[in-house]
């Protein structure tokens, strides 16, 4: 069975940096796409990051030119890169990984506080 495990949060400053990382266990085919959704208090979860099977990425506004998605393939692992962080960042995040047409697999959450 397919099992998500984040790790990488934690609380910075803001204009900090955090890598959160991402990695699958178990038998995995390929995902079509990697994701990172995030959601803070009172809000509904929302799309922070997206890279297909053929490396385009799509990012939220809120951050983009700060935040980097990334993947390896060889590693079933997902990493996000997050630069200039702001207290508005302050959320739970989820990676996902998707088979399209298939199955979705979603990490346990992993908190992240930036403080001003």
């Known amino acids: 069975q397919v099992q998500l495990v984040e790790s990488g949060g934690g609380a910075v400053q803001a204009g900090g940096s955090l890598r959160l990382s991402c990695a699958a266990s178990?038998?995995?085919?390929?995902?079509?796409?990697v994701g990172w959704y995030r959601q803070a208090p009172g809000k509904q979860r929302s799309l922070v990051a997206l890279?297909?099977?053929?490396?385009?990425?799509t990012y939220a506004t809120s951050v983009k030119g700060r935040f980097t998605i990334s993947r390896d393939n060889a590693k079933n692992t997902a990493y996000l890169q997050m630069d200039s962080l702001k207290p508005d960042d302050t959320a739970v995040y989820y990676c996902?990984?998707?088979?399209?047409?298939?199955?979705?697999?979603w990490g346990q959450g992993t908190q992240v506080t930036v403080v001003s």
């Open positions: 996902l990984f998707k088979v399209v047409g298939r199955d979705e697999y």
């Open positions: 890279v297909n099977n053929l490396e385009m990425t």
């Open positions: 178990g038998t995995l085919d390929s995902p079509n796409l």
